[in-house]
């Protein structure tokens, strides 16, 4: 049986933040940078029930071309497709996008209602994945087509139907 054919589904995540001070930056082109503040997000998937922790999607790539160096960057939840479709902790060196999944996301905001806003689209799209888990489970029968002649069938079903009259 299948993860996603077991009853129950869920996951526990752990919200932690860190917020930090920036000094001033270099003169630089006749200017100083001001201070700022800088506000790192982590949101972790700690426990799961019949699915796996792995859910928060990321994309390795190159982001800037005069650095070879890869980096990783946090993409979004995962569909329930993308549980299937994506390997985790580290991308699929075949596949040219790079993608794969991991149980943490971990984010930086200069903006405080940015990473509050962020937060809750993360919160509703776990939320939005269990549920759909739950409707893979739940199919329901739309159409019943039958091809060819049955006659072994329907004639046992009748006399399944004469033998259950004549014990009456």
Partial sequence: MTWWNEHDHGV????????TYVDAGELEHGHIDPP?????LQV???DAFNMPTQIFLYHKG???PVNPEYTERFDRVCDFGNL?????????NENPNKFYRKSIADLVFYDLDELERVYSVIKEDVESLVDSIYAVRELVVTETNVYGTMTE???SSS???SETSSTS
Avoid: A, F, G, H
């Fill in 44 to 46: 972790e998937v700690t």
């Fill in 62 to 64: 190159p982001e800037d």
């Fill in 84 to 92: 299937t479709e994506y390997p985790i902790n580290n991308p699929d």
């Fill in 153 to 155: 069938l329907s004639s």
């Fill in 36 to 40: 700022m503040t800088v506000y790192r």
């Fill in 159 to 161: 006399s399944d139907s």
């Fill in 12 to 19: 526990t995540l752990v919200r932690r933040e860190l917020k």
